[in-house]
Each structure stands twice: as C-alpha cells, then as structure tokens.
C-alpha cells in the first residue's frame, strides 16, 4: 500500500504560479490535488465499486507562507486514509521551503450489512434481523460484513440502532475452545509451515493469546484463531 501511495505522490505534483502564496483560501489547483490523492489513497483498501467522497478543509488561517512554484501534496505516515485524517502540503521548488497539512474527511460509500430494527445487547444475530445497505464504512473504526453467513449465531457486544452498520467491534468475542482441549498448532515463517497438536491452558477466545503445552512438556503462546486452532505467535 506504501508504494502505492508513493506512485500516487509523484503524479500530483501540483505546478502554481511564481507569485502564490498560502494567506487566505486554498488554491483551487492545489485543493484538486489534495483531494485526487486522498481519494485515491482511500481507494488502495476500499471495495472496488466502492464510492469515495472527500471534503477538504481549510488551511490555518494565521499560516503566512512564502511563494512556491511547486507544491507537493502527500500521506503523511502513520495517518489514515479514510476517515477524518490530514494530507501533507510542502513545498519544493520556492525561496523558503514550508510543509503544512490539511483536515480532511473521507467517506467511502459501500453495501454492508445493517440492523434491520432496533437491536439490544446480547441479541444472536438471525438472518431477518439483517439488511443490506450503502453506508459509510470509512465513518466508524471496526470492520463491516457483506456475507450474512459470517453473523448469523454472533451474539451484539452493545445495542444497535435501525440501520446501524454491524461491525466487528460490536460483536463478543467468540470462544473456540476450553482450558484443556486438545487443539490444532499452526506454526508458520519464511520457507516453513510445522502442525502438531498441543493442549490449551486455557481459554481461546477469539483473537486473543492463549497458552499451549505441548507433549515434550514445551509451553508455548499463540493466538486463538478458529475452531480448537491455534496459530504460534512467531
């Protein structure tokens, strides 16, 4: 995604008159730019149709910068690209060199599963409390779902409203086995691939750590990842 994002980068380079400077609103030019590179940003890790909308905020009004011929607009790491974020602006051609940001807000509208009415905590999720819908996946932390067969039987963490995208956050995690179950060990790394079997120590709850022994008397920690499966923490 990083490379990506870097060849994106290099097609927006943004060429403003010699006598521009930043003092007031954004150049219109520059503003085109920031927002191509958002979308497309947004759109490395968004469904492929997808509908990406951005809307880019204002510069700090108390900013007096110095005339650039050519000012480059880029992700700055660590941030992300959906959502509210900031895209980078610096200058590279200028008498002064200068780098700011820009809020932004990006949306990306796809079909997700939603509560079909109002839906308490502790509900098990059935097919006919589900419905499809064009939400806003970027709007919300936690992952959406599009196949009713990866919910149906899932138990709410917390209430959802009628129309509330189902996401992972809101659901309890799943326990795939108990302390003392004889579970599956996948060990994996560059070049190798080693399966055995061990016995949980304790729970395995989904996604969490969880402590296998296995035959020789060897303790080791992995994580919880399917049906009495465990995946070595390499």
Do not use: H
């Not at 000012?71 to 992300?80: D, E, I, N, W």
């Not at 996401?167 to 691939?193: C, D, H, I, Y």
């Amino acid at each position: 995604m990083l490379r990506t994002l870097a060849l994106l980068v290099c097609g927006l380079l943004a060429a403003l008159p010699p006598a521009w400077a930043q003092s007031g609103p954004l150049d219109p030019a520059v503003q085109a730019r920031v927002r191509a590179l958002a979308e497309e940003a947004a759109r490395v890790a968004a469904p492929p149709q997808a509908r990406v909308s951005v809307e880019v905020g204002a510069p700090d009004p108390r900013l007096r910068l110095a005339p650039c011929r050519v000012v480059q607009p880029y992700l700055p790491p660590g941030l992300s690209a959906w959502g509210r974020s900031r895209i980078g602006l610096r200058c590279v051609d200028g008498p002064s060199r200068w780098n700011i940001s820009l809020p932004v807000r990006v949306a990306v509208y796809a079909k997700a599963l939603v509560a079909a009415g109002a839906l308490p905590a502790g509900t098990e999720l059935a097919q006919e409390q589900l419905a499809e819908a064009e939400i806003d996946i970027a709007g919300q932390a936690g992952a959406v779902f599009t196949d009713p067969a990866q919910l149906l039987g899932r138990v709410l963490a917390r209430p959802l409203a009628a129309g509330e995208a189902v996401r992972q956050p809101a659901l309890k995690a799943r326990q795939w086995f108990a302390a003392g179950e004889t579970v599956q060990v996948l060990a994996s790394g560059e070049g190798f691939s080693i399966q055995s079997e061990a016995q949980a120590m304790g729970p395995g709850i989904e996604g969490q750590e969880v402590k296998v022994r296995f035959e020789s008397g060897r303790v080791a920690a992995g994580r919880a990842v399917g049906e009495r499966r465990v995946e070595l923490l390499l």
